[in-house]
């Protein structure tokens, strides 16, 4: 048997640890503000959803994944997980693992870890098929409402829409805001 001196030091290491592993997790929350259900989809994590108007996903993404994207897919049919989307569908599949088929309105990420800084973007570089503002909670609001919107990536070397905030920041993005 353990002494309890052992026991209670163990149990401290290993509540030290979670904590500082939810510490490092950025929570997306992800709203449908349009007047019809979109199915958002998240890639590397998060797969994929229906949000009726006015519900939120929330998504925990681990600190250090990069080329993270978000997009909402409109014109969906489901059946038992297997479908189509008429925008941003990825392969039939409700719970995306692949990103989508443009046109597609993308927010890109790539979160630091350690508190590292993270950076964030939007794209309708693949076209555009919703409105959506994402934002980070250290950093600018990105809003981009038609296809030559100012605050996305237009074409491929547009870099000076890259944005950066403090690491472990939260996010959020809007359908239709």
């Known amino acids: 048997m353990a002494s309890p001196a052992i026991s209670s030091t163990a149990i401290a290491v290993v509540a030290v640890v979670l904590l500082a592993g939810a510490a490092n ?3 997306f929350t992800i709203t449908n503000r349009c007047s019809f259900t979109v199915w958002p989809a998240a890639t590397p994590v998060g797969g ?7 519900q939120t996903w929330t998504v ?21 997980g297997r479908g189509s ?3 941003g569908d990825c392969g039939g599949a409700l719970s995306c693992s692949l990103s989508g088929r443009p046109p597609m309105t993308l927010a890109e990420f790539t979160l630091g870890g350690g508190g590292k800084q993270d950076f964030y973007n939007l794209s309708v570089i693949d076209g555009f098929n919703l409105a959506m503002s994402f934002k980070c909670s250290s950093g600018v609001g990105l809003t981009c409402r ?32």
């Not at 993404?61 to 038992?80: H, I, K, L, Y």
């Not at 996305?152 to 359908?175: I, M, Q, R, T």
């Open 60 to 80: 925990n993404v681990p600190a250090g994944t990069s080329s993270g994207r978000v997009w909402g897919r409109t014109g969906c049919n489901f059946n038992g």
């Open 146 to 177: 038609d296809s030559r919107c100012p605050d996305a990536f237009l074409f491929p070397s547009d870099n000076s829409k890259v944005h950066s905030c403090n690491g472990n920041s939260n996010y959020e993005v809007v359908f239709c805001p």
């Open 48 to 54: 994929g959803v229906q949000l009726n108007p006015g």
């Open 85 to 87: 989307c008429a925008t």
């Open 25 to 27: 997790a950025a929570t």
